[in-house]
């Protein structure tokens, strides 16, 4: 094989070979491809896209490039992936929902880099969670508890931690082939049967427009169905932040109240699109009509299934919630912010929610940046509540030290919009690909 040759082939909008696709990406793993040489590959792939077939092979390629998980489990396996959202905490609510209707949830998650935490980051905050074990240990717990969600290790796909890096300073993220075979070679790796994909699109989301989020969506999902997984996945707004709270350990005890006491909320927009997502994993799972897996969702999550399911992974973890209700209490520095008119919630943007965030500590800029757990924005109003001059809006909190609250706290305001009418939007989810 003659790297250049690929490149030029690709570069001409010509597709390209499996075997070529293949070696490309083992010479890149072994380092005899230079990065430049990746670089350009990349470059063209973005330009000239690749075909459905290519996509697979590229995928198929990441995914062989590090260890590959598979599970002799006697319930099966699903796992769920969303690309990123402003108060995304719904992965501790669907997979230990899923876990809890007997499927078994292996989840290999991240560390944010950028305006929020990732999922780990949020574990992270209850003191003694490890969030960073051995596949031998992630195995045990998932075979021991049904679901374990820790950091995936550089065993798995060093294909797309090496390309990724490439393509974060070479203008080359925004290719769905690539994006495809990044997300879905890191997930197929894991090994789970059946793959749930939340595709956000909107201000606080990766893509900014429906139009590339169902592309993408139905991408993912294609690529799954060719790898011989059973897959689905929702198309979903992020203009607006996920619920209430957005930082990290605020996340968490926001998907602790919804686990512990949810009936009052169960009808909430962003509760009712993880029960959907753990109903559309348990139906593609077990293999039952969605509506049976919803009123079994549903069911293990009123009756507090879903929250013993938690518990015990954190307890396989190491974490302490005990320890974690005190951290909570710790004194931190706070700053509210109320309402200058009467009206209604019309808008909260995302984007802008999540800078503030960021702002206050609660996202890294780079990956050897240290979190604060306690730092975020708790949301005191939703979209289409109704709001009179001086009613609290949200508050700012961070420890440490009070400094930049107050800035922060006029940027969020520029993140409410009131009008005389509107807002309220009853679902999340925009389109639906199975
Ligand atoms: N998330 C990933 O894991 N990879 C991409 O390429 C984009 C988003």
């Known amino acids: 094989m003659i790297a250049k040759l690929i490149i030029d082939k690709k570069r001409e909008g010509r597709a390209l070979g499996s075997a070529e696709i293949r070696e490309f990406i083992e010479g890149f793993t072994a380092g005899e491809i230079p990065d430049y040489q990746m ?38 396996t699903a796992d769920k992936h969303s690309t990123g959202g ?31 935490g990732g999922t780990a980051d949020k574990l992270e905050t209850i003191p003694g969670y490890n969030a960073s074990l051995s596949l031998d240990d992630f195995q045990r717990v998932v075979s021991d508890v049904g679901v374990s969600m820790t950091v995936q290790t550089g065993e798995i796909t060093p294909a797309d931690k090496k390309l990724y890096a490439l393509r974060d300073v070479t203008g080359t993220v925004a290719s769905i082939p690539l994006i495809v075979g990044s997300i879905l070679s890191k997930k197929l790796a894991e090994g789970a049967s059946t793959l749930v994909f939340d595709v956000k699109w909107g201000l606080g989301a990766f893509m900014k427009t429906k139009e590339d989020a169902c592309e993408l969506a139905r991408a993912l999902v ?20 996920l619920g209430r709270a957005i930082g990290n350990a605020n996340e968490v005890a926001e998907a602790l109240d919804i686990l512990k006491n949810p009936e009052p909320v169960a009808d909430r927009a962003d509760v009712a699109l993880s029960i959907e997502l753990s109903s559309l994993m348990v139906s593609l799972a077990k293999e039952i009509p969605l509506d ?3 009123a079994l969702c549903r069911e293990k999550l009123l009756d507090g299934s ?31 912010i109320q309402a ?90 925009f389109e639906r690909i199975v």
């Open 306 to 336: 879903a929250l013993e399911k938690f518990k015990a992974m954190v307890a396989a973890h190491g974490g302490d919630l005990d320890k974690f209700a005190k951290l909570l209490e710790q004194p931190k520095f706070k700053f509210k």
């Open 340 to 429: 200058m008119r009467s009206g209604v919630v019309s808008a909260i943007d995302a984007e802008k929610v999540a800078r503030v965030a960021f702002k206050l500590g609660a996202g890294r800029e780079k990956a050897s940046d240290t979190i604060d757990p306690l730092a975020g924005v708790t949301l005191d109003v939703q979209l289409g509540d109704k709001v009179s001059i001086g009613s609290p809006l949200a508050t700012l909190e961070k420890s440490g030290c009070p400094d930049g609250l107050e800035s922060a706290a006029a940027d969020l305001f520029k993140a409410f919009t009131i009008s005389p009418s509107g807002g309220k939007i009853d679902s999340l989810i």
């Open 292 to 294: 049976e897996a919803r």
């Open 222 to 241: 294609s690529g799954a169905k060719a790898a011989g997984r059973k897959a689905a996945a929702l198309v979903t707004d992020m203009n607006t932040p």
């Open 39 to 76: 670089s350009a590959l990349a470059m063209a792939i973005c330009c000239r896209g690749m075909t459905e077939r290519e996509t697979a092979d590229l995928t198929d390629a990441m995914m062989r490039s590090g260890r590959c998980l598979d599970w002799t489990l006697d319930i099966p």
């Open 86 to 116: 402003v108060g995304d905490k719904l992965s501790l609510i669907v997979q230990p929902l899923a876990a809890a209707c007997a499927v078994a949830v292996p989840s290999l998650t991240g560390r944010g880099l950028g305006l929020t």
